[in-house]
Every structure is written in C-alpha cells, then in structure tokens.
C-alpha cells in the first residue's frame, strides 16, 4: 500500500485540497502564500534583470530560493507560509540541521585558526577534518539540532578539543594553560556570534546550488522515484552512529571527496531531502497558490504584495472560490477523482489559461 500512497500524493492533495477552498473550508490562507511567493519573484528579478521569471523552470528556482533563504532565515522570517503546513515539523528539522552544519563550519575555521597561532601554515587534510568533526559531534551529542544557544554551552568544550587537536597537527605540546583556553573560547563565541554575516553568505550558496542540481535533475521524476531517490533509508538495525552521513545521491558517488568530508556528504542529504519537498510541494501548490493569474500584480512593488494584517491573520483565503474555468484539468481531478492526464502531473509549472 505505501507505493500506492506514495504515487497518488500529488492528486490526493490537488484534490483535497481545492475542494476545502472551492467550500470555504480551507485552513490556508492562499493570498498570503501567494505574496509569499511574489516577493521572491521580485526579489529574483532585482538579482536577475536579464532573466524574465516566466519560465516553467524560473518559476519552479523562484520557489527553490524563497524556500533556502527562509533555511537561513535571509527574510527575517521563522516560518513558512500556511501551504507548507504538512511539511512544517520536516523543514524545521532541516533549519536545524543546516544551523548545525554552520556552527561546525564555525569550529573548522577556529581550528584553522588555532593553528596559525601555533605556526603552522599547511592545509589541513580531509583526515585530520573528519576526525575533528566526529570530536565535535560527539561533544554535542543529543545537543545537536536543538539551536544556536546549545553550541554556546559547550564552547568550552568544543574549544579545548579543538585546541587539543591543533597542537597535535602543529607537532606543540597538548597542555595548555587557562589563559589560552580562555582567548579560544572568547573567540569561538565571537564567531558563533558573527556566523551570520560571515558563514551564512558563503554557505547558503553551496546548499542553494546544490538544491537547484538536485531538482533539475529529478524536476520529471514520478512521485515514487523522487522517494527513492531522495528520501534517506533509514537503520532500523541500530541506533545511527553522529559521525558518519550515508546518504548520499546516486550522482555524487562517484566523489571520493566524499568519504572523506562528512559535512559535504551531509550538505548533500540534507539538499535531497529539501529537493523532495520542494517538488513535490510546487505540484500540489504550484497551479493553486503561486502561478496565478495575476500579471498586473508584478508592476507594484513587493510591498504592496504583501497582504493587509487582518488578511494575513484570517485563516480562510478571501479569493473567490475557483471555477472551473481558471483550472479545469485540476478541478476535473478533483470532482472525478481520477489521475491527470499521462504527464500532467510531471509538468514542473502549470499555466491557467488565462495566463
């Protein structure tokens, strides 16, 4: 039964969907979604003049950057729009392990510079990088994933191990006095503090580029391969072990970079399971929420896109209620209950005839 469910997601959610909004029943607020979503629009094309985001694939990236820049939260915003409801508690999941990531890339620029402080100017080699994070994430422990405030705890202990194995690489001897634990820790939580301004540019990027490779790779995938492909196995042999990631795409195995670098093959699973998401959430919501009929829209600006605060608060959309004419290969999904079309549903953007 769980391939059928898996296969049917996308009509069973187009479906339900748009019969609680054609019935005024509707625990999501579409207008607010859809100024969401506009934002971002404006947002791609201040960054990208030369681009017109009226593509099926520009439309699909649009959605693919609002969702990593609220990841990092870019906007200011801690939550999704209501259209994300079901998917909620997993991107929250996501936020965290992606804060983690940081925090750790955080601790490998400490560590390189704890040892410039002790004269040693090498590079530091995917071994040494792998043993200290499987050092750091065993001091974290079950801290992991519960926010920032958890790695300023244990700065302490996340700076003397860090200390510890710079003296070890830069041949100096591994006691050291208070004083120099002291500075460390000072200056690990000054970059825990600035990891904002100084991680979150460089590393949202690296996770938003691989989110676009992913999605264009699997952007025709049907709802069971995106599963398999993307969603990570899970051991229910034994408990995980924190220090090793192995869920990687099929497509990356091919990197021996890999085995070496945990945080890169974490960057990756955590970009599939994001990908997975996205693809399918831009099929239930893509013709319902955010392509619409709404050109003249675009020519305000991204404030006026954004709804009133009674708006904003109201549970219900206060569109109009569908018809038939502004989706008719949806609506006739969801009255009859049978699948599109053969390759309706693989479409990456669906046009409203009025578009």
Not at 114 to 119: C, D, M
Not at 268 to 286: E, K
Request: proline share 7%.
């Amino acid at each position: 039964m769980k391939t059928l469910l898996i296969d049917d997601t996308i009509n069973f959610e187009r479906h339900y969907h748009l019969d609680r909004l054609v019935g005024r029943r509707s625990r999501v607020n579409v207008d607010t979604a859809h100024a969401w979503y506009l934002r971002a629009t404006w947002e791609f094309t201040e960054q990208f003049p030369t681009l017109a985001p009226d593509g099926p694939s520009v439309k699909l990236e649009i959605l693919v950057r609002a969702v990593i820049a609220h990841l990092f939260n870019r906007d200011g915003r801690h939550e999704f729009p209501e259209t994300f409801y079901l998917d909620q508690d997993r991107l929250q999941t996501l936020k965290a392990e992606t804060e983690d990531l940081i925090h750790i890339e955080v601790c490998m620029d400490a560590f390189v510079a704890s040892l410039k402080q002790f004269g040693h100017d090498g590079s530091v080699s995917p071994t040494v990088r792998h043993q200290l994070h499987a050092a750091l994430v065993a001091i974290m422990g079950d801290a992991m994933g519960n926010g920032s405030r958890q790695w300023v705890m244990n700065s302490e202990a996340l700076s003397l191990e860090i200390l510890r194995q710079a003296s070890l690489v830069a041949g100096q001897p591994v006691a050291c006095s208070h004083e120099i634990l002291s500075r460390a820790n000072e200056q690990l939580l000054h970059m825990f503090s600035n990891s904002f301004t100084t991680h979150n540019p460089r590393l949202e990027p690296l996770l938003l580029h691989r989110v676009l490779a992913c999605t264009d790779r699997n952007a025709s995938s049907s709802p069971i391969d995106l599963f398999n492909d993307l969603v990570p196995v899970a051991n229910t042999t034994s408990p995980p072990q924190p220090t090793h990631f192995f869920h990687l795409h099929a497509a990356d195995t091919s990197s021996s970079y890999h085995t070496l670098n945990p945080e890169t093959a974490k960057w990756q699973d955590i970009a599939n399971r994001i990908t997975h998401i996205i693809l399918l959430h831009w099929r239930i919501w893509g013709p319902i929420a955010y392509v619409q009929a709404e050109e003249p829209a675009r020519k305000a600006s991204p404030a006026a896109a954004a709804p009133s605060t009674s708006s904003s608060q109201s549970v219900h959309s206060t569109r109009p209620p569908l018809t038939a004419e502004q989706d008719p290969q949806v609506l006739t999904t969801m009255q009859t209950g049978e699948p599109p079309e053969s390759g309706q549903e693989n479409h990456v953007a669906h046009q409203l005839p009025s578009q």
